[in-house]
């Protein structure tokens, strides 16, 4: 008699992506003190990446029953506007990251991910973001453990390693056994922060490596630098971070939907109408002036468009929120 063995693991992989049958999808990245709810949903109005991801919300490892804050459990859904969402985990400790897995999915979160890159956990007390990769014999429990803990997609977003750029391949079998659905590949170690470039040759080197969706993810700034990638790796997609806070119509610059190389003219115009639009859009999730321009300047410190640098550097001085509106009046 012969016995079929389903592997549960793989037809998960297969089927339930988050991105479903898209292929080369783009990713709007995470980044705490940016991707929030409102610059989400702006985002999704305007370019619609295939997929969205929160900031990382913070694992309380120390709280008995609150793993997570209030505010972060409202933001727990499948989709937003119907482009899925990813919530992110930062933390550390097995226990405290399967409660607030748990946690979260109990709130609505369909599809999880673990930050294994974050440079700043590694000076924390308990290894947590890019500091997990300093302990590698730690994730051999957790992440099956976690993956078993996620009805949904479970997947990992990564450095290359903590200081050495090739430690990824010895994590490769374990996320492949563990039925990780997918990586997602910032190729500099932890210790380098952003400094230097990312090297995607290691991305090709892991997406040759692994049965597992890879998306590239690291200084694709230009339309041309994100065809260079794909070209370059073989990857399933991308994840797009500061690029597309600077310009998020570079989701559709990649699609061949918006201009490539817009001209100086186009720029202004386009910088006008994001960051009118984020305006109206943090008036209403901010309280408070400070804290609103506070918020716009986070999105401007990311622009570096020497043609542009007079405005930008308007912008950045202004004072008040009332200058900030006269100067975005011009553009
Ligand atoms: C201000 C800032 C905040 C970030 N926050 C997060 C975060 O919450 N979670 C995460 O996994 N990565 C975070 N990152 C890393 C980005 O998601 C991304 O991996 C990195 O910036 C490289 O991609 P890029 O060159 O396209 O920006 C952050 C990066 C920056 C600059």
Same mark, same amino acid.
């Given at each position: 008699? $012969?016995?079929?063995? #389903?592997?549960?693991? !793989? *037809?998960?992989?297969? =089927?339930? =992506?988050?991105?479903? *049958?898209? $292929?080369?999808?783009?990713?709007?990245?995470?980044?705490? @003190? =940016?991707?929030?709810?409102?610059?989400?949903?702006?985002?999704?109005?305007?370019?619609r990446p295939d997929v969205v991801f929160t900031e990382f919300m913070q694992v309380n490892a120390a709280a008995a029953v609150k793993r997570l804050a209030p505010?972060?459990?409202?933001?727990?859904?499948?989709?937003e506007d119907g482009v899925p969402l990813v919530?992110?985990?930062?933390?550390?400790?097995?226990?405290?990251?399967? /409660?607030?897995?748990?946690?979260?999915?109990? /709130?609505?979160? #369909?599809?999880?991910?673990?930050?294994?890159g974050c440079p700043y956990g590694r000076m924390m007390s308990g290894l947590t973001g890019g500091g997990m990769l300093r302990r590698p014999a730690d994730l051999v429990e957790l992440i099956p453990a976690l993956r078993d803990a996620v009805a949904g997609t479970f997947s990992v977003k990564l450095r290359a390693g903590y200081d050495d750029p090739q430690q990824v391949f010895s994590l490769l079998p374990l996320f492949e056994s563990a039925g990780v659905d997918f990586l997602i590949l910032h190729p500099r170690t932890v210790?380098? *922060?952003y400094a230097g470039l990312a090297d995607h040759g290691i991305t090709a080197g892991v997406v040759a490596a692994t049965r597992l969706p890879v998306i590239a993810n690291g200084d694709i700034r230009t339309a041309a630098d994100g065809q260079r990638v794909l070209r370059q790796?073989?990857?399933?997609?991308?994840? =797009?971070?500061?690029?597309?806070?600077?310009d998020p119509l570079l989701f559709q610059r990649l699609r061949g939907e918006a201009e490539p190389e817009p001209g100086k003219e186009a720029r202004s !115009?386009? +910088? @006008?109408?994001?960051?009118?639009?984020? +305006?109206?859009?943090?008036?209403? +999730?901010?309280? @408070?002036?400070?804290?609103?321009? @506070?918020?716009?300047? /986070?999105?401007?410190?990311?622009?570096?468009?020497? *043609?542009?640098?007079?405005?930008?550097?308007?912008?950045?001085?202004?004072?008040?929120?009332r200058a900030f509106t006269a100067l975005l009046q011009e553009l």
């Open positions: 008699m $012969s016995v079929t063995v #389903v592997d549960t693991k !793989r *037809e998960r992989t297969a =089927l339930s =992506l988050p991105w479903g *049958e898209v $292929s080369l999808p783009l990713l709007l990245a995470p980044m705490q @003190g =940016l991707t929030n709810q409102a610059l989400r949903a702006h985002f999704i109005q305007q370019v505010a972060d459990l409202r933001q727990m859904t499948a989709a919530v992110q985990l930062v933390g550390h400790g097995r226990e405290a990251l399967i /409660a607030a897995a748990s946690t979260a999915q109990e /709130a609505g979160a #369909v599809h999880l991910n673990l930050n294994m210790v380098q *922060e790796t073989g990857a399933a997609g991308l994840m =797009l971070g500061r690029g597309a806070i600077a !115009r386009e +910088l @006008g109408s994001y960051l009118r639009g984020m +305006l109206a859009r943090y008036r209403t +999730l901010f309280c @408070g002036e400070m804290q609103v321009l @506070g918020k716009l300047k /986070a999105i401007i410190k990311h622009m570096d468009d020497p *043609e542009l640098a007079k405005t930008l550097k308007g912008l950045r001085r202004a004072a008040s929120l």
